[in-house]
């Protein structure tokens, strides 16, 4: 569902014409190979000032290729809810950390270089001569509660990394939203045992 709130809507974004060329970006969670996560609650307020709530949300993704760090081509799975019309001023997200066996809460803020990155087209193209457009927003979730962004490319091409203005998880008796959608994840069929068998728990770099 959608909101209008003007209120929420800062200076930088009211001073542009975001309107994408394509409609609308969409984005999605992955998590290392082995490291599961769940996302149950997103919020998305636009460049228009209209917050997004998301109940429901498509699935987190394990990512194949990412077992000792992140590889460079993100993608996640295909988008059916997670759509929003006008570029992020603001995200936030509660999800569950299966291989922590903690809920986290994380948020974060972007800027105007980030809008423009989703409105201007890369200087490649697709195979089919088409104009490439970064609009899909991926965040990778892995151990401690650690987030990383990217706009996902085209082609086998590396992942361009974002840098939003603030970007800030929560867990434990710091979460605020969340506290509402604290799930609890011991009961899960994946154990640390498990994830951790031959390697030092939690194993990998993902900075």
Not at 124 to 142: D, E, I, K, Q
Not at 149 to 161: E, K, L, Y
Request: proline content about 8%; glycine content about 8%; charged content about 25%.
């Amino acid at each position: 569902t959608t909101q209008k709130s003007y209120p929420l809507q800062s200076k930088q974004a009211a001073s542009g014409d975001w309107t994408l060329p394509y409609g609308e970006w969409d984005f999605s969670f992955i998590t290392p190979k082995d490291l599961l996560a769940d996302v149950n609650h997103a919020r998305v307020i636009d460049t228009d000032g209209y917050l997004y709530t998301f109940n429901t949300l498509d699935q987190t993704s394990p990512d194949p290729g990412s077992v000792d760090k992140w590889t460079d081509v993100t993608f996640g799975g295909r988008a059916h809810f997670n759509k929003v019309k006008k570029p992020p001023q603001y995200i936030v997200f509660c999800w569950d950390s299966y291989a922590d066996q903690k809920t986290y809460e994380t948020s974060a803020i972007f800027g105007p270089e980030t809008w423009q990155r989703m409105k201007t087209p890369a200087d490649h193209t697709r195979p089919s001569g088409a104009p490439v457009w970064y609009n899909r927003m991926v965040f990778g979730l892995s151990p401690g509660g650690k987030v990383k962004i990217w706009f996902s490319d085209v082609a086998g091409r590396p992942s361009i990394p974002i840098k939003p203005r603030k970007l800030v998880t929560r867990s434990g008796k710091d979460l605020t939203l969340c506290k509402a959608f604290n799930t609890p994840v011991e009961d899960y069929i994946q154990s640390i045992e498990e994830i951790s068998k031959g390697r030092t728990y939690p194993y990998g770099n993902w900075d």
